[in-house]
C-alpha cells in the first residue's frame, strides 16, 4: 500500500487546525479542587490485555520473542494469570469491586492461527467473555489488537508489510461479525506510538542491539527473512511501520464499522504529560514526532483513548530527571498524577474529540501508594473534566498483576495480586478505595 504521506498529513494538518478553531477554549482550573460527581453514565473500569493475563498465547509473534535465544524480555509469560480459563472469576472482582467497565483484548493469534484459518471456537470464546461482561451489568470495551500478533503475520514483516492493514481489516471484520453487537466500546489499535515513545526516550545502544538479535533469532526460528512486531522493531523501520498502522486503523475502523456502523470505534494513544522546562520548542517537536500523526488520524474516530502513566520534563537538549524531591515508586520513578489531567487536556485540545481514560496507573510493591495515586490522579481528571473537557470514562491499568512485557513479573500494576503459582486471586486494599469512588461516582 502507497501512502503519500505528505499529502495526508498537509490535508489533515488543515483539518486539525479548522478543528482547533472550532475546539472551545478549556478554562484554567489546574491546581483547583474539582467539584462534585462525575457525569451519570460516566464508565468506571479496570483493563487487562489478552497476552497479558490469558496465558500460554503461543500461537503470536510475542510468545516466540520471549523464548528465542537471545531475547530481551528478562522472562517468558507462560501461564500467565490463566485468565483464558478464569475470565469469569476476573469480571466477577470487576463487579464486585463496584466498576461498571471491563477493557479487555481480543488475541488475533488465537482467532486466525493460520492466515485466513478463522477459529469459530475462539471467536465463541471471546463472545462469552463479552456476554459475561453484560450479564454483570459491565460494558465490555474490547480492544482488537493489543501490540500482539499471530506469529505468521510477523515473520512476514508485520506491520513493516503493505499487506498488513488489509490483514487486519480481514481479522476486525471477522471478529466484528460474531463479537460487535455486544461490545461497548471497541479500539483498533493499543498504543500503536509506543515505537516511537521509546525511540524518543533514547533508548540505550546495547538494548537496541539486544532487540535487532532478538528479531534476528525470531526470523531464524521462523524461516522468515525479517520478523517485526508492534512492540520490537528495529528503529530504522518506525516510520514505515507507523504508515501501516496508520492505515490498519482506517481500515480496521471501517471494517468494524461495516459490520456495526453505530459501535463508538477508537484507538488508544500513549499521552505522557510533557512539560517543556524553559523553550517550547524541544517538546513541540516531542509531540510532533510522538503523537502528531496520531492525533491527525483519529479526526473520524467516536473518541480517543488516552493511556498515561507520567510527565516528561523537556529541556533545550530533551529530558530532564525528575526533580530531586519528587515522590517515586519503589522503582525509583516519579510518582506524579497530575499528568493524567494534564495529558487529557492536551489531546482534547488537539482532536475536538471526547477522550476515555484507557489506561493510568502505577508500578508499585507498596499498595498504599496506588490507593493514594488513585485519587489524586482522578482530581486531576476531573478539574479537566469542570474546565469542559468531555470524558467518558476511566479504566484502570490494571485489574491483575501480570506479565508486563520485557519485564516479566517484576511491575505490580494490579488492583489484585496473583498467586503465580495456584492463580489465586486477592484484591489488594487499593481496589476497595477505587471502588468506593466508582459506586459514588465521586472522589
Ligand atoms: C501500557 C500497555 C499495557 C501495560 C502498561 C503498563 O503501555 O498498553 O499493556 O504494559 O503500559
Request: with cysteine; aromatic share 10%.
Amino acid at each position: 500500500m502507497t501512502i503519500d504521506r505528505r499529502a495526508f498529513i498537509t490535508a489533515s494538518g488543515a483539518a486539525l487546525a479548522t478543528r482547533a478553531l472550532a475546539t472551545p477554549a478549556i478554562a484554567a482550573t489546574h491546581g483547583k479542587r474539582p467539584q462534585g460527581r462525575f457525569p451519570n453514565g460516566f464508565l468506571w473500569g479496570a483493563a487487562t490485555s489478552g497476552h497479558q493475563t490469558e496465558g500460554n498465547d503461543t500461537a503470536s509473534d510475542t510468545w516466540l520473542l520471549e523464548n528465542v535465544k537471545p531475547s530481551v524480555f528478562v522472562e517468558p509469560s507462560r501461564d500467565a494469570c490463566d485468565s483464558f480459563e478464569l475470565w469469569a472469576k476476573d469480571l466477577d472482582l470487576v463487579r464486585d469491586f463496584g466498576l461498571n467497565t471491563y477493557r479487555f483484548s481480543i488475541e488475533w493469534s488465537r482467532i486466525e492461527p493460520e492466515p485466513g484459518l478463522f477459529s469459530q471456537a475462539m471467536l465463541d470464546h471471546y463472545r462469552r467473555m463479552i456476554d459475561g461482561c453484560r450479564d454483570r451489568g459491565l460494558t465490555p470495551m474490547v480492544t482488537f489488537n493489543h501490540f500482539t500478533c499471530p506469529r505468521w503475520f510477523s515473520a512476514n514483516d508485520g506491520w513493516l508489510s503493505e499487506k498488513s492493514p488489509v490483514l487486519f481489516a480481514r481479522y476486525c471484520e471477522h471478529a466484528a461479525r460474531r463479537l460487535a453487537d455486544g461490545i461497548g466500546y471497541a479500539t483498533t489499535l493499543n498504543e500503536p506510538n509506543v515505537m516511537r515513545l521509546l525511540k524518543w526516550m533514547n533508548l540505550p545502544a546495547p538494548l537496541l542491539a539486544a532487540q535487532r538479535a532478538m528479531l534476528i533469532a525470531a526470523a531464524r526460528a521462523t524461516g522468515a527473512v525479517a520478523f517485526s512486531a508492534a512492540n520490537a522493531a528495529n528503529v530504522e523501520d518506525l516510520d514505515r511501520q507507523m504508515a501501516h498502522l496508520l492505515a490498519a486503523h482506517a481500515a480496521g475502523r471501517a471494517a468494524i464499522k461495516s459490520v456495526r456502523p453505530d459501535l463508538p470505534v477508537g484507538l488508544s494513544l500513549a499521552v505522557q504529560d510533557d512539560q517543556a522546562v524553559g523553550s517550547d520548542v524541544e517538546r513541540d517537536a516531542k509531540r510532533d514526532y510522538c503523537y502528531g500523526a496520531w492525533l491527525r488520524a483519529v479526526a473520524h474516530d467516536d473518541f480517543i483513548g488516552v493511556q498515561n502513566y507520567d510527565r516528561t520534563r523537556i529541556g533545550p537538549s530533551g529530558p530532564l530527571p525528575p526533580p530531586a524531591a519528587a515522590p517515586r515508586n519503589g522503582m525509583g520513578q516519579e510518582i506524579y498524577p497530575p499528568s493524567l489531567g494534564d495529558a487529557v487536556r492536551y489531546v482534547h485540545a488537539a482532536t475536538g474529540l471526547a477522550v476515555i481514560v484507557t489506561e493510568n496507573g502505577l508500578d508499585t510493591t507498596d499498595d498504599a501508594q496506588r490507593a493514594a495515586y488513585i485519587p489524586a490522579a482522578l482530581e486531576g481528571l476531573k478539574s479537566a473534566m469542570d474546565a469542559g473537557v468531555p470524558v467518558r470514562g476511566y479504566v484502570h491499568w490494571s485489574l491483575l498483576d501480570n506479565f508486563e512485557w520485557v519485564f516479566g513479573y517484576g511491575p505490580k500494576y494490579g488492583l489484585v495480586a496473583v498467586d503465580r503459582q495456584t492463580f489465586r486471586r486477592t484484591p489488594k486494599p487499593s481496589a476497595a478505595v477505587y471502588g468506593a469512588i466508582a459506586r459514588r461516582n465521586a472522589i
